[in-house]
């Protein structure tokens, strides 16, 4: 069996991964970052979503000699020039405050009218090599920001934007459903191929 390491220590976004990658790469151990307690925690300095998966990935495909993926994502928002942006989880000061995020989000675009509250979610997935090569595949999750947060699901921005063509916000989703036209989900999906080359 190969294994491959997935540089979180999320137990969500590693049973997600595994959902994901499970049809292309059948016998694959996806592992996270606790199966290495030894590794530390990357700092995110990078400016983009790219270069904050590839700081993850590229460690720990050096530190463990295994092939490693990663990612890095967040919300763009079209009149705010793409921000939040790599500081998603920090719009407020504090990183992982989903609440004072949103607040603060909400509160800045208080004043701008519906047809000009589009926004998505964007994500980068890196594949790297414990010899340096690396790969990155991209994906997005189109939307409008709601006024107000709807539903109880997700989590970060997920009650705040609503899917392209749909009446409901991220947070309504089924995990499924969310899942099978995310930004995370649309990424790895696109980068599993690579895996599966590489492992084959």
Not at 155 to 168: C, E, K, N, S, W
Request: hydrophobic share 45%; proline share 6%; charged share 25%.
């Amino acid at each position: 069996m190969s294994r491959l390491v997935l540089a979180t220590r999320n137990a969500g976004k590693i049973r997600e991964l595994q959902t994901i990658l499970a049809e292309s790469l059948p016998g694959v151990e996806v592992v996270g970052l606790d199966a290495f307690p030894q590794l530390e925690d990357v700092v995110e300095s990078g400016v983009t979503f790219e270069d904050n998966a590839t700081l993850k990935a590229a460690y720990a495909a050096r530190m463990t000699n295994l092939p490693a993926v990663a990612d890095d994502s967040g919300l763009a928002v079209d009149v705010l020039g793409g921000a939040p942006g790599v500081f998603s989880a920090r719009w407020a000061g504090r990183h992982g405050d989903d609440q004072a995020n949103l607040d603060l989000l909400l509160a800045q675009l208080a004043d701008v009218p519906d047809e000009h509250r589009g926004a998505r979610f964007r994500c980068a997935a890196v594949l790297a090599l414990p010899d340096g090569r690396t790969v990155c595949r991209e994906g997005d999750f189109p939307g409008t920001l709601t006024r107000e947060p709807r539903g109880d699901g997700g989590f970060g921005y997920d009650p705040i934007l609503q899917v392209a063509g749909d009446t409901r916000t991220a947070a309504e989703l089924a995990p499924a459903e969310k899942n099978a036209i995310s930004h995370r989900g649309k990424a790895f999906r696109a980068l599993a191929p690579e895996v599966a080359a590489l492992l084959r």
